[in-house]
Structure formats: C-alpha cells, structure tokens
C-alpha cells in the first residue's frame, strides 16, 4: 500500500495574544488546534473555511514557516516537525509553498531570471552555465515567454506575477505545494487560467497539492479530497463529490449553501441557516463544540464534549454528535 507522502498528527500552534509582555495573565490564541491528517502522492486536498478559521497557519505550519506548538509532521518518510532550519535545508526542495500575494512574495528589486535562479544557486541544483536555459525552462513551463526573465515584478499583471511564483516554487522539483489562496486576489478569468495551469502542472510532473481557497468552485474543479476548517480544527474531511453532494456537518452544508447559483430561487436547503451570532474567538473557544454557538442543530451534549472526527455514511469523517 501506498505510504502518505505528508503526515500530519496532532498539529497545533499556539500564539500569544497578549497586548503586552507586562500583562498579568498571559492570553493564547490556538490559530490551529490538535489537527491530524494524511496526503497520499499525487493527491490534491483542499483545505476550506472562513477566514480566521486557521487554513493558511496550518499550511505554514506544514512548510515549517511557523514552529509547530505540539504535535508531528512526517515528510516523505523523514519526521520534520522538530528539525533545525538547517536540518530542514535539504528536504525544502520537495516541500514549497505558493502565497497568496503574488507581489508581496517577489523582491520588487530583482529581475525575474534573479529570482527564479536564486534557489538554483542556493540548492546548487544546476551548473552556472545551465541556470539560464533552466530558467527559460520555467518560465515556459508556467506558459510565459522567455523575455520575461528580464523583467520586473512590476511590469506585470496580477496573474503573471502569479505564475512567477508558481514556476519559482517548481525550480527545485518538489513533491508537495502549499497554495495558499493562490487566485484569491485575481481577477476571475485569470482564476480560472492559474486554476487549469496548476491542474495542467499536477498531471506533467506528478505533484501533490494542499490547496488552500475560499472559493468552493474551484476546490470542487481541482481536489481529490476536501477538509473543512472550523476555529482550528478540521470538522469535516473526505472525497469532494462527497462533501459537496452529501455533507454530514452542519458548518459543510453552510458553507456549501453560501455557493451563488443560477436559477436557485425556491429550492430547498440542506440545513437550516445559522443564527446570525459572531464567531467564537480563539483565545476563549466554547468547551464543547466549537460550533455550538451558531449551529441550529446543537443540543446539551454539544455545549460539554468536544466532538471527534468519526466516520459517516457515505465516507467521509465528521465531527458532529449529530450529524445531518
């Protein structure tokens, strides 16, 4: 069988949320609560939720941009979760992330040929004299050309800079990628370009995804599986045509509800809509269910034991006492 190419057990990371070092108690904010999944080779998990919810803390904890508070991580057969950065240097090639701000994540000071060359240099993964015809590589591969190299980050559009970071993250080969949110701030046809060049990229170099998105169309377009986030924790994950025509959590079907549709007026809903109450905060979560507050589902059990993902019909896991 198979081995997972990621392992993530027990995740959790905690921050100070302190106004000041002098304060008399000390506040924590869990940004990612006790969250354990698998990723198989060549699988695209989506990873889904309101904001605030923990999704782009969890794939920065996966990437060890942030130390991990407790829990493991396991890469391609190697425990990461509590290596140096410089015991982590050689597995970085196989692990890279793709942010959400295409131009945040370029140094607008740098050429584009310098950028995508640099982790060649680093790595030494090629020879002086291959680097340029490898970078011309990439940049073909991403479905720009070549001349491009010799550019700035500012002389291109959103969804250019956008590919400049999808082929920096694919210089070293990798075998997994972290998108964190990469189309949310593109224009909607340029959504769907970056979309199919991340599918097209999957299927010719046997990448393994985490994809990190608000939008539910395009995680239905692109993953295997889905995991639903919830105030740190995952509540729902399984097969995406499972969760989209069958989901068992209440916050699942919520979400999926949120989904604009053509012609929908007068049809009937999976679950009832939520009362309009804010969000739990992080620092102080409800005892039971983090969902509790705002589920209409909800009964006494939810407000004193915290639920367990537990396997439902239809295939997928859930953490609900009682399941839709």
């Avoid at 396991?74 to 979760?81: A, K, M, N, P, Y």
């Avoid at 994809?211 to 692109?222: E, K, P, S, T, Y």
């Avoid at 209409?296 to 939810?302: G, N, V």
Wanted: aromatic share 6%; glycine share 8%.
């Amino acid at each position: 069988m198979t081995q997972p190419l990621l392992s993530a057990n027990g995740v959790t990371k905690r921050f100070n949320a302190s106004r000041s070092w002098l304060a008399a108690r000390r506040q924590v904010l869990t940004a990612v609560d006790n969250v354990s999944f698998d990723v198989m080779p060549g699988e695209t998990l989506g990873l889904v939720g309101e904001s605030g919810c923990g999704k782009s803390t969890l794939g920065r904890c996966i990437t060890r941009l942030h130390d991990l508070s407790d829990g493991s991580l396991r890469f391609d057969g190697q425990e990461i979760s509590g290596l140096t950065m410089k015991q982590l240097r050689p597995l970085r090639a196989g692990l890279q992330m793709v942010f959400q701000d295409p131009y945040a994540s370029l140094n607008p000071r740098r050429r584009i040929g310098d950028l995508l060359a640099e982790p060649l240099r680093v790595h030494k993964l090629a020879a002086p004299a291959e680097i340029e015809a490898r970078v011309a590589d990439l940049l073909t591969s991403v479905e720009l050309p070549e001349s491009f190299a010799r550019r700035y980050p500012h002389e291109l559009s959103g969804g250019q800079r956008q590919r400049i970071g999808i082929a920096r993250a694919l210089a070293l080969k990798p075998k997994l990628i972290v998108a964190d949110e990469p189309v949310s701030a593109l224009d909607v046809s340029v959504q769907a370009q970056i979309v199919n060049l991340f599918c097209d990229l999957r299927d010719r170099f046997g990448l393994t995804y985490i994809f990190i998105a608000h939008d539910l169309a395009v995680v239905r377009q692109i993953s295997d599986r889905v995991a639903v986030m919830y105030l740190g924790g995952i509540v729902e994950i399984g097969a995406v045509d499972d969760i989209f025509s069958r989901p068992k959590h209440p916050y699942t079907a919520t979400l999926l509800e949120a989904i604009p549709e053509p012609h929908a007026h007068g049809r009937k809903t999976r679950g009832a809509r939520l009362p309009a109450r804010e969000t739990p905060s992080p620092v102080s979560p409800p005892t039971g269910c983090r969902f509790e507050p705002r589920c209409p589902r909800a009964r006494d059990r939810c407000r004193t034991e915290r639920p367990i993902l537990t396997a439902r019909d239809g295939g997928s896991l859930a953490a609900c006492h009682f399941p839709l």
